[in-house]
């Protein structure tokens, strides 16, 4: 017994020294990673975000992403002012007929004054269809140009149609047009809705892809809510009317009309909720097209409003 | 509490030094007795190991020899002269008790026959039971250890981590750094319990089953011998 024991203790003498000398502590090694900065910021901050891009750098003055410019709807002012209408008569007056718009009674003067006086061609619109006519006028001068081109070319192709007669396959044969190879690498859906605005800005900056920098005033939505409650028949004579909110969620084209059927956004128990819901409903489509900024369309592009009889009674 | 004042206090925790030594001289000194009296019973059941170990061997090697020459012919009271003096091993013990008593039985003037047979087994089953408790004994002690140990480990390590918990609470500072030491030294407790408990368990087993072989072997002896003595008995009967 006393040799088993000196054994076992010599043992574990020098198992313990092997382990004071080799365990040793060695520390885990972790890889340093990378921060990823993190703003915080306010839901007022996030509804105004520029649309932009994920990986766009940060940028000062941010401007919303714009691919075309929106057209601008003509404002059909009510009450325009008699004092600047002046001016504008005595241009009219003054009028030589031009030969190159078919009208019986063109005011070419008016047209060639409108650089200079935007403001009294907007004035002189209402009344006048020339205006109107030369503007139509002038989208059509531009393809044809492109026509005329297309002739020269023809009318240099006819003098030899005998010589190739072999000649169809050269239709396909893909002209390099230096201008359009962003158009060629741009890889995103050609149907996809182009953002647009008032100025056209190109250069994304950091944002949400739907972000919408420029938000509905108040006044805005409330000419909008005016409009629809022109053609409003609250269901009268329900009890409870202050349950009786309903809110219709609704898509607008940018015209101002609807783009599909307008949806209810949320449901009530209230018997006569189904009844205020049709007639909300009716007054939504009875009172397209709406009349909202184009700028903004990105922000009532998708709209929910909300019907309570309550408000319609409070003046 | 100011990040400074964390710092300071995680201090002396966090630096702590993790080596095999470091990790018993910071713990409590319960924790302390309990490595101890691990480290007393590992080293113990070792002993005892080792002990069995040759004592198995060497008695086994015994046996094989004795065999071999109790089978070889020899005359059997030459085998008893030879080891009367000193049995070294089981088999050899048994042999002389049983060959004792048959010489008592001759050597003396009232030959009695009658019982002789009977009291040869009963003094073999005696030599028998002695020698199996010679081989088993501490034996016992491998078993204790074997199943205690973890539980103490177990004990030293909930209690190592209790007290680092309350210095954890008294610190009021939850990071990993000062979490850890605490526990690393905790559970020092239950490796030292497992290192002493599996061997012993490992080699309880084993031991065990080498007694009963060796014990199997002795039966066997003993009624091979108890055979051999009855045919004398009847020849030598008038």
Redesign the interface.
């Known amino acids: 017994m006393k040799s088993g024991l000196t054994i076992s203790a010599v043992g574990h003498a020098l198992f313990f020294a092997w382990g004071i000398i080799s365990f040793s502590v060695t520390p885990l090694k972790t890889e340093p990673t990378e921060s990823v900065p993190v703003d915080i910021i306010s839901a007022t901050d996030f509804s105004a975000m520029t649309a932009g891009m994920k990986t766009a750098p940060k940028s000062e003055n941010q401007k919303p992403l714009v691919e075309k410019i929106a057209p601008k709807n003509e404002v059909k002012d009510p009450t325009p002012k008699v004092a600047e209408k002046k001016p504008e008569i005595d241009a009219s007056a003054e009028a030589p007929p031009p030969p190159s718009i078919p009208e019986p009674k063109p005011k070419p003067k008016v047209a060639e004054a409108k650089p200079p006086e935007p403001k009294a061609e907007k004035l002189e619109k209402k009344p006048d269809p020339i205006a109107e006519a030369i503007k139509q006028e002038k989208p059509d001068d531009k393809p044809k140009p492109e026509k005329d081109e297309a002739a020269q070319k023809q009318a240099q192709e006819v003098p030899t149609p005998q010589k190739r007669p072999p000649r169809p396959e050269a239709k396909p044969e893909p002209k390099f047009d230096a201008s359009k190879v962003a158009a060629l690498l741009d890889k995103r859906a050609p149907q996809r809705q182009a953002a647009t605005g008032d100025v056209l800005n190109n250069k994304p900056a950091l944002g949400t892809a739907t972000g919408t920098a420029a938000a509905l005033s108040q006044s805005e939505l409330d000419a909008l809510r005016a409009q629809i409650q022109q053609c409003w028949n609250p269901p009268a004579g329900a009890a409870d009317a202050k349950d009786l909110i309903v809110v219709v969620k609704l898509e607008l084209n940018q015209d101002g009309t609807l783009t599909g059927q307008p949806s209810l956004a949320n449901r009530s128990s209230h018997p006569f909720f189904q009844v205020a819901a049709e007639s909300a409903l009716r007054a939504i489509r009875r009172c397209q097209p709406y009349k909202l900024p184009i700028a903004k369309y990105e922000t009532w592009r998708s709209i929910e409003v909300g019907f309570d009889p309550k408000e319609l009674f409070r003046g | 509490m100011n990040p400074a004042d964390v710092a300071q206090s995680a201090l002396p925790l966090t630096s702590s030094d ?4 470091g990790l018993f001289w910071q713990a409590h000194w319960i924790v302390k007795g309990v490595m101890l009296g691990l ?1 007393v019973a ?11 170990f ?1 004592l198995f061997t060497r008695s086994n090697r015994a046996m094989n020899r004795f065999e071999q020459a109790f089978w070889s012919g020899q005359s059997l009271e030459e085998l008893y002269r030879s080891l009367s003096s000193k049995p070294t091993h089981s088999m050899a013990a048994l042999f002389v008790a049983a060959m004792r008593e048959w010489k008592r039985s001759f050597e003396g003037q009232s030959r009695s026959f009658a019982g002789l047979q009977m009291r040869i087994e009963k003094v073999m089953d005696v030599t028998i039971a002695r020698e199996i408790e010679r081989l088993e004994r501490r034996l016992l002690v491998l078993a204790t250890v074997g199943s205690a140990g973890p539980f103490i480990g177990l004990f030293g390590t909930v209690w190592g981590i209790m007290t680092s918990f309350q210095s954890i609470a008294a610190s009021k500072n939850t990071s990993l750094a000062v979490v850890a030491p605490g526990i690393a030294e905790a559970l020092f407790a239950t490796a030292i319990g497992l290192v002493a408990a599996i061997p012993a368990t490992i080699f309880y087993n084993k031991f065990v089953s080498d007694v009963n072989k060796q014990a199997q072997r002795l039966e066997g002896f003993a009624d091979e011998f108890s055979a051999i003595l009855s045919r004398q008995i009847d020849e030598r009967a008038p």
């Open positions: 993790l080596s095999l030594f480290l590992s080293v113990w059941v070792w002993a005892i190991v080792i002990d069995k040759f």
